[in-house]
């Protein structure tokens, strides 16, 4: 299983950016994904999750109403809008399926999103 992230950057502060993940190597549509992130010198921590329909997305309260979730089920892919950049926002993203009922598995590299302030 292939989970390839791409569409960071370097940003300012307030500017916004969208992040894809392709995936591939899996039968997509009937995975939960989500999207998680890991700042230098701290542990991976979640930031957002969608059903296998679109229809549920959860999120981390520090990215509620900045961030979205949505899917394209027939491009194997999942995506993050992120608006109203922090620099606390700065981190490697990384995109992931969800298995087993409450683990998380990730599948490749992350991309890198600095936010300047």
């Known amino acids: 299983v292939q989970l390839q992230a791409s569409g960071g950057g370097l940003v300012q502060a307030g500017d916004s950016l969208r992040l894809s993940c392709a995936a591939s190597?899996?039968?997509?549509?009937?995975?939960?994904m989500g999207w998680f992130r890991q700042a230098p010198g701290k542990e991976r921590e979640f930031v957002a999750s969608?059903?296998?329909?679109?229809?549920?997305?959860n999120y981390a309260d520090s990215v509620r109403y900045r961030f979205i979730i949505s899917r394209d089920n027939a491009k194997n892919s999942v995506y993050l809008q992120m608006n109203s950049l922090k620099s606390e926002d700065t981190a490697v993203y990384y995109c992931?399926?969800?298995?087993?009922?409450?683990?998380?598995?990730?599948g490749g590299q992350g991309t890198q999103v600095t936010v300047s302030s």
């Open positions: 992931a399926r969800k298995w087993g009922g409450s683990d998380w598995a990730f």
């Open positions: 190597g899996l039968t997509f549509s009937r995975f939960v």
């Open positions: 969608i059903s296998t329909s679109g229809n549920n997305r």
